[in-house]
């Protein structure tokens, strides 16, 4: 069974930086698309970052570009999202997420998320 090992989150002041990492065990992600999500309290989940199975191609929120790196170490089977320049807003716990289908670049209904997240709270 999948099981999904997060860390780095945690409490940040606002102009911080944090890396949010998601581990895989018990599978291999290296042949697919992989996401980030976060959902704040009394809202939607919403999408954050992606990045092809390949790591070439990266695609971010409108409003969070330049300021999240999405990033993936295969041989690790890991995933990282680095948040630079933090806002009380980023506050939200933060999921990764794996394309349905291998080698595809799918739209961010097509991802499943994995586990119950991690928690990050911005401090202004």
């Known amino acids: 069974q999948v099981q999904p090992v997060y860390s780095g989150g945690g409490l940040v002041q606002t102009g911080g930086s944090l890396r949010l990492s998601c581990a895989a065990t018990?599978?291999?992600?290296?042949?697919?698309?992989m996401a980030w999500f976060r959902q704040a309290p009394g809202k939607e989940r919403e999408f954050v970052a992606a990045?092809?199975?390949?790591?070439?191609?990266?695609d971010y929120r409108d409003s969070e570009k330049g300021r999240f790196i999405i990033s993936r170490d295969n041989a690790k089977n890991t995933v990282y999202l680095q948040v630079n320049t933090a806002k009380p807003e980023d506050t939200a716990v933060y999921y990764c997420?794996?394309?349905?289908?291998?080698?595809?670049?799918?739209?961010?209904?097509?991802?499943?998320?994995w586990g119950q997240g991690t928690q990050v709270t911005v401090s202004s």
């Open positions: 018990g599978r291999t992600f290296s042949g697919y698309s």
């Open positions: 997420a794996t394309a349905r289908i291998p080698q595809t670049w799918p739209t961010v209904e097509l991802y499943d998320v």
């Open positions: 990045i092809s199975w390949s790591g070439v191609r990266t």
